[in-house]
């Protein structure tokens, strides 16, 4: 299996694309993964306990440096919509060839197969630096952390970015309740890079000031908004419409019918 390259440049590949396949079964089908090129490497072996390294194996447990997630491919709404994201994103385009899609197995080893080629290419076109000095790799890790995050968020369904929405409001509240600036702004950065993909009027940056804010009506107001954003994806309008006039109530000091 080679891979094709639809969008980006052998000679000068970018480090991030997509990967789609064809169905044996279906001609229009297309099912995709996202493959990445970390920025530095990754010693995975420093972060698994001990008494669970003889439960992994030995295979690459040590160099984590590119990967393709999810490890087996999904389907797409189309080819149009892998288009779209990567003209957004600025992604490689890559096509892998025609697969039996209910093969999970050869899906998996296909894009394992795409990883490396990809890699190799991008190895060979890309200068990587053999000594990192301890304030340029601080540097690398935070931007490759960001990169991470976007790719992940991308992938999400509607309801498994709520859930992370929630998760980082909970850790924002944390850090301003401890005064903690450092994952306060990293909590900020990624409420604010979740927000670009939930696809509606989610209004995080409201979220932000209220927890930060920190009055006793700042905090049901955050409640609020994050109940809001579970309702317009669950497309509970009635109880979208009692939220919002909670909201209203609070945001115009009325609050005596609440």
């Keep these: 299996?080679?891979?094709?390259?639809?969008?980006?440049?052998?000679?000068?590949?970018?480090?991030?694309?997509?990967?789609?396949?064809?169905?044996?079964?279906?001609?229009?089908?297309?099912?995709?993964?996202?493959?990445?090129?970390?920025?530095?490497?990754?010693?995975?072996?420093?972060?698994?306990?001990?008494?669970?390294?003889?439960?992994?194996?030995?295979?690459?447990?040590?160099?984590?440096?590119?990967?393709?997630?999810?490890?087996a491919p999904e389907q797409m709404e189309s080819f149009e919509q892998i288009q779209r994201l990567a003209e957004t994103r600025d992604d490689d385009?890559?096509?892998?060839?025609?697969?039996?899609?209910?093969?999970?197995?050869?899906?998996?080893?296909?894009?394992?197969?795409?990883?490396?080629?990809?890699?190799?290419?991008?190895?060979?076109?890309?200068?990587?630096?053999?000594?990192?000095?301890?304030?340029?790799?601080e540097s690398v890790l935070d931007e490759g952390s960001v990169g991470v995050n976007e790719v992940m968020y991308g992938l999400m369904s509607d309801s498994d970015k709520l859930s992370e929405l929630t998760t980082l409001v909970g850790k924002l509240r944390f850090a301003v309740d401890s005064n903690e600036q450092a994952l306060m702004n990293e909590a900020e950065t990624d409420i604010a890079m979740l927000s670009r993909h939930l696809g509606f009027d989610h209004r995080t940056e409201l979220i932000v000031d209220?927890?930060?804010?920190?009055?006793?009506?700042?905090?049901?107001?955050?409640?609020?908004?994050?109940?809001?954003?579970?309702?317009?994806?669950?497309?509970?309008?009635i109880m979208l419409g009692n939220v919002e006039e909670q909201i209203a109530a609070i945001e115009s000091g009325d609050i005596s019918g609440l």
């Design 1 to 71: 299996m080679d891979i094709t390259f639809e969008r980006g440049s052998e000679e000068a590949p970018k480090g991030h694309a997509f990967v789609y396949f064809r169905s044996t079964t279906d001609a229009d089908a297309v099912w995709a993964s996202y493959l990445v090129i970390l920025p530095i490497t990754v010693d995975v072996a420093k972060y698994v306990p001990p008494f669970l390294m003889s439960q992994i194996p030995d295979a690459n447990i040590h160099d984590l440096s590119a990967f393709a997630f999810p490890p």
């Design 93 to 137: 385009i890559l096509f892998a060839g025609t697969f039996n899609t209910s093969d999970l197995p050869s899906m998996m080893m296909a894009a394992g197969d795409a990883v490396q080629q990809y890699t190799d290419l991008y190895n060979t076109t890309v200068e990587q630096p053999s000594v990192i000095d301890a304030e340029s790799a």
């Design 210 to 237: 209220a927890i930060k804010e920190g009055s006793d009506d700042a905090g049901r107001l955050t409640m609020l908004y994050v109940q809001r954003c579970y309702c317009i994806v669950q497309e509970d309008y």
